[in-house]
């Protein structure tokens, strides 16, 4: 087992053995789309570890477009009986044979290259993916839960921290937006649906920390760790100072199996940490000082901070007031200097503890 197996084992059995209420998934049949994604895999390790560890015979319908990475990702699934792998675009009509109780919609083109590559697409996958999600799950009268995204927020004045009810600028004739946009039309498909008898949660992830990031991804985390493995550097494309809340993946699936087990129909719960905030530099001083065997150097691309857009237009503070979720019994487990050291040492930047 490599070492970034291991990681991933351990933070499955981390997910399994979480104060869940687990009697409600006992027996029952959850289909998850987009699930070689780098966060939805987790969903799929962590319900199939349970059942490994507590014999809850959870069934897990993993809802893939890519048959070269769904293979890759659950290699060792393939053949259990509580394990089955659509290979389908979600774009397209869905059915699964048998019953379906939950159905969690995790399909996305989520790295900024594609949004600036195929807006088209990123936006289809979303939205009439959720679509024929929410009819599989009102033909199959199963609760459905959306992972959407801080993006819908948008832009807003001032730097307060934000809670599920603030609504920011957001432009739906720049398709820069469109990762966004399709977020917030999603969001009203379930609102829609949810008030015809449909119950529909939406959880509104941050920054997730977590292995299995392709490292061309270009978020901040990940694009840091590249640069490490490359060149031993660390550089900023702006001046450092936007904050951002930070995650690990296991209190994440605790978090999202929590919205789905215990939200409330047609409402949205923000997914972050509050303690686990940073600005970009501290985040970068934060991975920088973990490297005991080599000097990190950080840098500034001083000319990115007036003619790169993705830097020119950054929100100076993106940060998550996680009460309403909190209040449904969940609270996250892992610092941020421990989700660093993991991601980490997953990809091979630092040794294993």
């Known amino acids: 087992m490599t070492v970034a197996e291991k990681i991933v084992a351990q933070d499955a059995v981390t997910i399994a053995e979480s104060p869940l209420d687990w009697g409600e998934l006992k027996g029952k049949t959850v289909l998850i789309s987009g699930a070689n994604g780098y966060v939805p895999q987790y969903l799929v390790h962590g319900l199939l570890k349970r059942n490994d560890l507590y014999q809850d015979g959870i069934k897990v319908v993993a809802l893939c477009r890519n048959r070269e990475r769904a293979y890759g990702r659950f290699s060792a699934y393939l053949g259990r009986k509580d394990f089955e792998l659509i290979l389908q675009d979600v774009c397209a009509p869905v059915s ?54 801080v993006d819908v927020y948008g832009k807003f004045p001032g730097e307060e921290r934000l809670t599920e009810d603030r609504h920011g600028e957001l432009d739906p004739l720049d398709t820069a937006n469109v990762y966004a ?12 649906h949810s008030r015809s008898g449909v119950p529909c949660k939406i959880v509104r992830p941050f920054q997730i920390l977590a292995g299995g990031i392709r490292p061309d991804d270009g978020r901040l985390h990940i694009n840091f760790i590249s640069q490490m493995l490359e060149k031993n550097e660390i550089v900023l494309r702006g001046d450092g100072t936007p904050r951002r809340s930070f995650l690990y993946v296991t209190d994440a699936i605790t978090g999202m199996l929590t919205v789905l087990l215990k939200g409330k129909s047609g409402e949205a719960y923000n997914l972050c940490m509050e303690e686990g905030e940073a600005s970009v530099l501290e985040l970068a001083q934060l991975m920088a000082a973990r490297v005991t065997d080599r000097t990190i150097r950080i840098a500034y691309n001083m000319e990115t901070r007036t003619t ?3 830097v020119t237009r950054a929100i100076s503070v993106v940060c998550g007031d996680s009460g309403k979720l909190r209040s449904l019994g969940w609270k996250p487990e892992v610092s941020l200097p421990v989700a660093c050291r993991r991601m980490m040492t997953y990809y091979g930047v630092t040794e294993e503890e």
């Not at 699964?96 to 996305?108: E, L, M, N």
């Not at 594609?114 to 979303?126: H, P, T």
């Open 96 to 149: 699964c044979g048998g019953p379906v109780d939950y159905i969690i919609h995790g399909a996305s083109p989520a790295d900024k290259k594609s949004w600036q590559e195929d807006a088209l697409a990123v936006y289809e996958a979303n939205v009439t993916g959720c679509r024929n999600l929410l009819g599989l799950a009102r033909e199959k009268q199963a609760v459905f839960m959306l992972i959407s995204s």
């Open 181 to 192: 946009c399709a977020k917030r039309a999603s969001e009203t498909l379930c609102a829609c």
């Open 308 to 310: 790169d857009p993705a």
